[in-house]
């Protein structure tokens, strides 16, 4: 794509709930369909789309309004060196998972934070936010290994340079990048599953309020959503694909399940995405 710059995907540094791993591919294949100068994520999470894509344009901007999400991508970005510092001598222990879930992150220093929630992310069954629980892993080594970790977090700090991270509520974020030339990615919590992430973060009405301003915004959106009657309700004046995807919950894996990708893009610029 024009003025777009080819870059080498990463995977994330630790599992997310909602993470997108298996379905990133499609929605990256959409994402270089649009023609945009800045690239933007409301909801980025722990980047399961952002560190994946392979072309970024002139600007990138981050957000996330989990205060985890935002202080780790900054101290990563910027305090590479002191944070593997606090990160060497780790291990995986039940006890230790226990002690840094029992703490309150308010109290900590960012660079504490920081290091206390990828721990948590990468020790907690299934990437959970909410009600975390130490994962076991009979066949495999332990979850946290720094050593191996090392490397991928070196790359997403490389990664990480003069990209924009903003620590917002997603209407406010959305308003103050909206540019004709913004594409935004969103990844909001899936409908009826968005205490998963915490409640103060994301609503039921959130939703609608989400489908008001993206109507109204003067860049373009690609937005993915679990496919519900009360989502293609909510969103029906936009364009929807529905794509299939697997859900993996506890060990067992509901293959074909469908996801939508909905969007305000041109059919001349997104020609994978039609109305539904």
């Known amino acids: 794509?024009?003025?777009?710059?080819?870059?080498?995907?990463?995977?994330?540094?630790?599992?997310?709930?909602?993470?997108?791993?298996?379905l990133a591919a499609e929605i990256i294949k959409r994402i270089n369909q649009v023609p945009h100068v800045t690239y933007a994520e409301p909801f980025v999470g722990m980047g399961g789309v952002f560190l994946r894509r392979d072309q970024v344009p002139q600007a990138?901007?981050?957000?996330?309004?989990?205060?985890?999400?935002?202080?780790?991508f900054r101290i990563l970005q910027r305090h590479y060196a002191h944070f593997m510092?606090?990160?060497?001598?780790?291990?995986?222990?039940?006890?230790?998972?226990?002690?840094?879930?029992?703490?309150?992150?308010?109290?900590?220093?960012?660079?504490?934070?920081?290091?206390?929630?990828?721990?948590?992310?990468?020790?907690?069954?299934?990437?959970?936010?909410?009600?975390?629980?130490f994962g076991v892993?009979?066949?495999?080594?332990?979850?946290f290994n720094v050593?191996?970790?090392?490397?991928?977090?070196?790359?997403?700090?490389?990664?990480?340079?003069?990209v924009i991270i903003e620590n917002l509520d997603y209407s406010a974020f959305i308003k103050r990048?909206?540019?004709?030339?913004?594409?935004?990615?969103?990844?909001?919590?899936?409908?009826?599953?968005?205490?998963?992430?915490?409640?103060?973060?994301?609503?039921r009405e959130d939703f609608e309020k989400l489908a008001t301003q993206l109507a109204t915004i003067k860049g373009k959106f690609i937005l993915s959503l679990n496919d519900t009657p009360e989502v293609r309700h909510i969103f029906q004046a936009f364009a929807i694909e529905e794509v299939s995807t697997v859900y993996t919950a506890a060990r067992t894996k509901a293959v074909g399940?469908?996801?939508?990708?909905?969007?305000?893009?041109?059919?001349?610029?997104?020609p994978a995405i039609k109305a539904a």
């Open 257 to 270: 399940a469908r996801e939508l990708l909905i969007s305000n893009c041109w059919a001349d610029f997104c």
């Open 85 to 133: 510092e606090m990160l060497k001598f780790q291990l995986t222990s039940r006890r230790e998972f226990e002690r840094l879930r029992a703490a309150n992150p308010s109290t900590l220093t960012d660079l504490e934070r920081a290091a206390r929630f990828l721990y948590l992310q990468r020790t907690a069954f299934g990437g959970q936010r909410t009600n975390q629980a």
């Open 1 to 22: 794509m024009t003025n777009h710059t080819n870059v080498t995907p990463i995977r994330p540094a630790a599992p997310y709930i909602g993470g997108k791993r298996l």
């Open 147 to 162: 050593i191996k970790l090392g490397p991928l977090l070196e790359d997403l700090h490389e990664r990480l340079a003069g």
């Open 177 to 203: 990048y909206d540019r004709e030339a913004t594409l935004f990615y969103l990844d909001p919590p899936y409908y009826g599953v968005e205490d998963y992430y915490g409640r103060e973060l994301f609503s």
């Open 60 to 72: 990138e901007v981050i957000n996330d309004l989990s205060g985890d999400v935002a202080t780790f």
């Open 137 to 143: 892993e009979t066949k495999r080594p332990g979850r």
